[in-house]
DNA sequence: GATGATTTGTACGTATGTATA
DNA sequence: ATATACATACGTACAAATCAT
């Protein structure tokens, strides 16, 4: 499936983005290039060309001659981030519904059908990699390669500040409504109704965000982007 | 202002860019790194990591081991890169509508105003670099960081593609015209009217480019990426 | 603010893989 | 298909700049 790297480099560069979005390797965390040489037993040489990749995708932060970071995006560019994020989801929503295949449809409903069974077994660990799927399926739906990469890219870099997404059996079968309203407007074709239905579904990130800044103000930046709920 | 770059793999970076924008590079043409480096005087480290964020950034393709190309993507990417180019822009038109300050709309009025003198003056070169300020001040305008980010990003890579922007006069007015509703729209504080103006407006670059795509059909493929007309 | 220790930036040589005859 | 030529991938060494002290 995953095509196997070739390079070293590639090969580094997908083991850092992994470790990033899984936040084993939390925001600000400085990346020594010469420790995970080591660390991964190769010269500085491909450590170096992995950062440099990770840095044009937005997952670390590069200054010329300083040791990179892990990204830390602030409060307002965060922000920003999300509310794209809704629109490319939403726009990536219309456009399934306008022009997903017949198989395309049929697939997306059935997995739609197996989360609610995951749902019901309250495993949010499934659940956020049946979620993942789902949202997949939708970006391949539009039938835009460019469209998807952007959208999975932008997921990818907020996918740090976006942890503990289904903490609670509520939001779970909360977020598998949202769903079901996507799905059915996808399947009737109503570009507006999947386009509405998934801005509110992404909605309810940007306002669990909004809240969670609000706090922050009160509470001092400290734990600024610690812990942040959400759930797309 | 442009940050004086530290380090010859950012200079080479932002000069082999330049090219490739330019069509001094054409899409297809192998970047050899030796001759990059003697070229540059440098070695063929920083030539390595600059070809590495180009390839990131999109605008050149890298396969293992194999020698990197300026990037030429095939009809059916371009197709869809456009379409997104003008859900970007559109987006950023809205929000500007919406968010512009005061400052911010007056600048725009005010070079609006001027492209109407070079309008006049016929100066395509001159009305080009224009057109590229006034999209940009409407990126930044939605004050949104990340969707400027990427909005200018597509737009760049699908610059090698928009060659013969205001080749005629013709153009040009329309060009100035339609911007016309874009302003209007937006000092009026107007989202969906500025929305549907940049949409249209944009359109035409997608229409230029769908019609180009039914010639190449009937006249075969060969010519396909070598001179597309177009005008955003 | 100056200096030393540490880390990044670049050069160059070798190994490995690709592409063409 | 095999072999040869050639470009890239990686390792190592040194230069330059940053940051702590």
Redesign the pocket.
Known sequence: MARTPR???EDIRQRLATRIISSELSPGTP????ALATEFS?????V??ALRLLAASGLVQQR?????LVAKPDQATLAGMFEVMGYLEALCASLSAAQMSHAERSDLQRLHKEMAQIVRSGDTVVYSEANERFHSAIYDGAHNDYLAEITRSTRQRLQPFRRAQFNTLGRLSQSHSEHGDVVLAILQGDRRGAEEAMQRHIGIVQAAFADLQDENVRRGPKAAAAKLPAGA
């Open positions: 390079t070293s480099a990346l020594d290039e010469t190769v010269s500085r040489t491909p170096r060309e010329p001659h300083a040791t990179a």
